[in-house]
T-cell receptor
Framework: GENVEQHPSTLSVQEGDSAVIKCTYSDSASNYFPWYKQELGKRPQLIIDIRSNVGEKKDQRIAVTLNKTAKHFSLHITETQPEDSAVYFCAASGPSGGSNYKLTFGKGTLLTVNP | NAGVMQNPRHLVRRRGQEARLRCSPMKGHSHVYWYRQLPEEGLKFMVYLQKENIIDESGMPKERFSAEFPKEGPSILRIQQVVRGDSAAYFC??????????????FGPGTRLLVL
């Protein structure tokens, strides 16, 4: 089955700096890669996702890049703000027709943005 | 749209008791997924259900755990004879399926189960 590794497990940055979180996956058939943000005691919320037919996607201060050859994808947050502090999870799922509903999550990255 | 609802938000059980976790999907969503999150871990898939059907229960322990999504009412994740290792946050997600296209999974607030 799919295995997703996420690094780093903790990340501390100063307000205004950029943050980068990286994930690798094992199943070359995976083609959907969402990122979720989870604040303490709250539900995971989708912040951005990417499908394997594109290499990069941006939404304001958040961007995700995908390298299918290397089987890794990354989350980039620019101009970080204290409210960006949370645990971020990457996930991967397989192609249509297979178990494309089953999200395999990384273990999460605790991002702390210091004012 | 009220979003995915789960209740209770917190549940305390003693070893050997039963735990029932409820999930109401977003309005119009007919696909429900259950995930378990252990402390400082990512979410792990347990089961995927559609109305009145279990599609994939490969992530759910074969003993003591069961799930259902009846025609009417919420989806229920049932854990019989709970043990301390069942203590975790249980998240439900729902999606709107549109033929071959994959839809975003929206998560509920979770039920935090503590087994004493």
């Amino acid at each position: 089955g799919e295995n997703v590794e996420q690094h780093p497990s903790t990340l501390s940055v100063q307000e205004g700096d950029s943050a980068v979180i990286k994930c690798t996956y094992s199943d070359s058939a995976s083609n959907y890669f969402p990122w979720y943000k989870q604040e303490l005691g709250k539900r995971p919320q989708l912040i951005i996702d990417i499908r394997s037919n594109v290499g990069e996607k941006k939404d304001q201060r958040i961007a995700v890049t995908l390298n299918k050859t290397a089987k890794h994808f990354s989350l980039h947050i620019t101009e970080t703000q204290p409210e960006d502090s949370a645990v971020y999870f990457c996930a991967a799922s397989g192609p249509s027709g297979g178990s494309n509903y089953k999200l395999t999550f990384g273990k999460g990255t605790l991002l702390t943005v210091n004012p | 749209n009220a979003g995915v609802m789960q209740n209770p938000r917190h549940l305390v059980r003693r070893r050997g008791q039963e735990a029932r976790l409820r999930c109401s999907p977003m309005k119009g969503h007919s696909h429900v997924y259950w995930y378990r999150q252990l402390p400082e871990e990512g979410l792990k898939f347990m089961v995927y259900l559609q109305k009145e059907n279990i599609i994939d229960e490969s992530g759910m322990p074969k003993e003591r755990f069961s799930a259902e999504f009846p025609k009417e009412g919420p989806s229920i994740l049932r854990i019989q004879q709970v043990v301390r290792g069942d203590s975790a946050a249980y998240f439900c997600a729902s999606s709107l399926w549109t033929g071959g296209a994959r839809e975003t999974q929206y998560f509920g607030p979770g039920t935090r189960l503590l087994v004493l």
